[in-house]
C-alpha cells in the first residue's frame, strides 16, 4: 500500500534561519507531488507541484523554493524565513490527477 | 474567475438539519472531482469521488453538473462529528499531466 511521510511535525524557527521540509512516498511511481500552506482559519494554499523528477512548477511567487531529487522525494526549502513564512504545510500525491489525493501530516511552522 | 469557488461560510446548523454546499470551477475540460474533509489542524482526507451520474454514500450525496460547471455535497441528518471545513477539489489538464485543484473550503459547524 502507498504511504506518505512528512517530517517534521512541528517546528519552530528564527526569522532569517534556513528551512528544509522533507517529504517521501512509498509504494507507488511517478506521482505528482504537491506541496501547500495553509494560514491559521485559511484555504489551502498550492505553493509548488511536480510531474517528474527536477520538473517543479511554482504557482507563487515567494521566498520558498522546492526540490525533487527522487522520484518519490520532495523537498521544500527557504533560505531565509520570514514571519509571513509561518503556516501549515502539506505534502500530497495523486497518481496523475485521476485519483484521489493523499496528504501526509503536515509541518506546523511557527516563524518568531 | 478563481478555478475552484466555494462558499468559506461558516454554516452554523443544529444537529439533524440538512445542509448543501456548492462548489463551482472554470475548467470545462476537468476530469475528476471530490470532496474533501479537513478537521481543524489535520491533514484533509477524502470524504468521497463525485461521478457524473450522482453518487450517496449514507448521509452524504455528491452531485456533478458539467453543463453548470458545478459540484454538490448534500448532508443530511447532521451530526456534531460533522463540524469541520469541506474543500471541493478539481482534477484538469496542466503541464503535460493532470493536477488536482482544491477550492479554499467550507466550514461547518453543527450545533447541539
Known amino acids: 500500500s502507498q504511504t506518505i511521510h512528512q517530517w517534521p511535525a512541528t517546528l519552530v524557527q528564527p526569522v532569517g534561519s534556513p528551512l528544509s521540509l522533507e517529504c517521501t512516498v512509498e509504494?507507488?511511481?511517478?506521482?505528482?507531488l504537491y506541496w501547500y500552506r495553509q494560514a491559521a482559519g485559511r484555504g489551502l494554499q498550492l505553493l509548488f507541484y511536480?510531474?517528474?523528477?527536477?520538473?517543479i512548477s511554482s504557482e507563487v511567487p515567494q521566498n520558498l523554493s522546492a526540490s525533487r531529487p527522487q522520484d518519490r522525494q520532495f523537498i521544500l526549502s527557504s533560505k531565509k524565513l520570514l514571519l509571513s513564512d509561518s503556516g501549515f504545510y502539506l505534502c500530497?500525491?495523486?497518481?496523475?490527477?485521476?485519483?484521489?489525493?493523499?496528504f501526509g501530516q503536515g509541518t506546523r511552522l511557527t516563524v518568531v | 474567475r478563481k478555478e475552484v469557488e466555494q462558499d468559506p461560510g461558516p454554516f452554523n446548523v443544529p444537529e439533524g438539519a440538512t445542509v448543501a454546499f456548492n462548489c463551482t470551477y472554470s475548467?470545462?475540460?476537468?476530469?475528476?472531482f471530490f470532496w474533501y474533509r479537513q478537521d481543524c489542524r489535520k491533514e484533509p482526507k477524502l470524504l468521497m469521488s463525485?461521478?457524473?451520474s450522482g453518487n450517496e454514500d449514507g448521509r452524504f450525496t455528491a452531485q456533478l453538473n458539467r453543463a453548470s460547471q458545478y459540484i454538490s455535497l448534500l448532508i443530511r441528518d447532521s451530526k456534531l462529528s460533522d463540524s469541520a471545513t469541506y474543500l471541493c477539489?478539481?482534477?484538469?489538464?496542466?503541464?503535460?499531466?493532470?493536477?488536482?485543484?482544491f477550492g479554499k473550503g467550507t466550514k461547518l459547524s453543527v450545533i447541539p
Open positions: 500530497a500525491w495523486d497518481y496523475r490527477g485521476n485519483t484521489e489525493a493523499f
Open positions: 509504494g507507488t511511481s511517478n506521482p505528482n
Open positions: 511536480s510531474v517528474g523528477i527536477g520538473q
Open positions: 475548467n470545462s475540460a476537468s476530469q475528476s
Open positions: 463525485v461521478y457524473s
Open positions: 477539489v478539481v482534477s484538469s489538464r496542466g503541464a503535460g499531466s493532470y493536477q488536482l485543484t
